[in-house]
């Protein structure tokens, strides 16, 4: 889908046009490392994977949905809605050496998801109302964390806390199954927050860093919270993972990919 042409023929080759797009495609299994030890066509390929399999799907059906509003000669007792949901990561609020590739992606990922999210609103009419929102997927135990986790640097596992074993890592407690999360996060997108993210603290306290200009969840309260903790607490943290960082190219624990 990172190809404009293909995203708007499979979009438009549908039955019936959908009226929610979710933008799940993406991940970095094979893009992980520093940035001096990636093949430029890693970079490429992790762009294409996280940002532009979005990009175009968005456009394609965005396209569509406003062709239908106009074309369509019947208007509704209540406007219909239509969404288009991103599934980013956490790995675009909290920056972390190893995830260069993926990190800038998805940071243009969310970028997209927030101009967007006002864009959308220049379409609301009578017949349709536009909405965006963005899922801060955090790290838990799927097919493509197990084989990130082959291929993740150690330094990269030291700052997030994954190093280990599986089976320490679902010990913690910190790192659960897709089949706990999902659920979380599907109920989370029916709120109807621009920001989604499961009920784990680590993900919230990712997207009070980062907030930003990006609208709060809910009355904005709990994220003010957060906000006002990440203020007092993050500059510690980014202390300790720098001294992680210093002289880690050096060290010989650090030089085997995936330890």
């Known amino acids: 889908m990172s190809s404009a042409s293909t995203a708007q023929d499979v979009l438009l080759s549908q039955k019936k046009l959908p009226d929610v797009l979710y933008c799940v495609a993406g991940g ?35 396209k569509a949905w406003i062709e239908d509003d106009r074309t369509s000669t019947e208007t509704p007792s209540k406007p219909k809605l239509r969404k288009i949901v991103f599934v980013n990561s956490s790995a675009s609020l909290v920056p972390t050496p190893g995830y260069v590739a993926y990190s800038a992606g998805k940071c243009a990922q969310r970028a997209l998801a927030d101009t967007l999210r006002t864009e959308v ?12 929102q963005c899922v801060f997927a955090h790290n838990f135990i799927t097919p493509t964390f197990i084989e990130e986790q082959k291929n993740k640097p150690y330094l990269t596992k030291r700052i997030e806390g994954t190093t280990g074993e599986l089976e320490e890592l679902e010990k913690t407690g910190k790192f659960p199954y897709a089949a706990k999360i999902a659920p979380e996060i599907v109920a989370a997108i029916h709120k109807g927050d621009f920001a989604v993210m499961d009920g784990r603290f680590e993900p919230q306290f990712c997207w009070a860093i980062s907030i930003g200009a990006s609208p709060k969840r809910g009355l904005g309260i709990w994220d003010t919270c957060l906000a006002l903790l990440a203020f007092l607490v993050w500059p510690f943290i980014r202390w300790s993972n720098d001294k992680e960082a210093e002289g880690d190219a050096y060290r010989p624990e650090s030089n085997e990919q995936g330890k």
């Open 28 to 62: 970095t299994a094979y893009e992980l490392g520093f940035l001096i030890d990636m093949e430029p066509e890693q970079l490429e390929r992790c762009m294409n994977n996280n940002y532009y399999s979005s990009l175009y799907p968005a456009r394609s059906i965005l």
């Open 121 to 132: 609103l220049r379409y609301n009419n009578p017949k349709s109302t536009y909405t965006v």
